[in-house]
């Protein structure tokens, strides 16, 4: 169907507040990844998984962030008590990973720009 | 640590041919990506590589010498529609991509 989608395209936050930034994949991808992009920079990974389970976490910046995935396929990435730091593009990727040997050529969705006041 | 090194930005004239190089240190190797990502937008994919050597898709081609750790991405005949941001990115040993700063480039008239 259509590619990946995220939502919302944009939030504005006040310091201290929490945020849900949402990711819909490519239907049947298995494999979702979360990375973060300040103006300018290229991208930081912060967690990927495979189905509902995060094999690799390393990328989250601190525990005020957290991420899951239900069904194998929307996720979830919080935000608690955000920083203006925490200011980015939160791009979000699907792939057919099905094995350590394939191309698994990742999809990207149109971000969130988070601001946070 | 991981690197990957690009030129932060390049420029370049409509119709002419320009290269991007990219350069890599990374614990293992397992596919080098490159990404072109308009300004506002998310990048989009354009081209793999696994093994040495030229693989050529219409306009665009990438070269990949892993001996050296350096690929470049060849774009010719050059468009306005080209100016964008060109991103590099290796997967590792791990199978997870690291990623360059990205190249920005600009299209002259």
């Known amino acids: 169907g259509a590619g990946v989608s995220q939502s919302p395209s944009n939030k504005v936050t006040e310091k201290g507040k929490d945020v849900e930034l949402r990711c819909d994949p490519i239907?049947?991808?298995?494999?979702l990844y979360w990375y973060r992009q300040s103006l300018g920079q290229g991208l930081e990974f912060l967690i990927y998984?495979?189905?509902?389970?995060?094999?690799?976490k390393s990328g989250l910046p601190s525990d005020r962030f957290s991420a899951e995935r239900t069904g194998g396929s929307v996720s979830t990435l919080t935000i608690q008590r955000t920083q203006q730091e925490d200011s980015a593009v939160y791009l979000c990727?699907?792939?057919?990973?099905?094995?350590?040997?394939?191309?698994?050529?990742?999809?990207f969705g149109p971000g969130t720009r988070l601001t946070v006041l | 640590g991981q690197n990957i090194d690009q030129p932060t930005e390049m420029t370049a004239t409509e119709g002419a041919i320009v290269q991007i190089n990219c350069t890599y240190q990374?614990?293992?190797?397992?596919?080098l990506f490159w990404y072109q990502q308009h300004a506002g937008e998310a990048p989009t994919f354009l081209s793999y590589?696994?093994l040495d050597g030229l693989e050529e898709k219409g306009r665009f081609s990438s070269f990949l010498s892993r001996s050296k750790g350096y690929s470049y991405l060849l774009l010719k005949e050059l468009q306005m529609k080209d100016s964008a941001s060109y991103l590099c990115?290796?997967?590792?040993?791990?199978?997870?991509?690291?990623w360059g700063a990205g190249t920005k480039l600009i299209i002259k008239p």
């Open positions: 590589n696994v």
């Open positions: 990374t614990s293992g190797f397992n596919g």
């Open positions: 990727a699907s792939s057919h990973r099905t094995s350590q040997t394939s191309t698994d050529t990742q999809y």
């Open positions: 239907s049947g991808h298995t494999a």
């Open positions: 998984f495979q189905g509902n389970s995060a094999p690799d």
């Open positions: 990115a290796v997967r590792d040993s791990n199978y997870q991509l690291i």
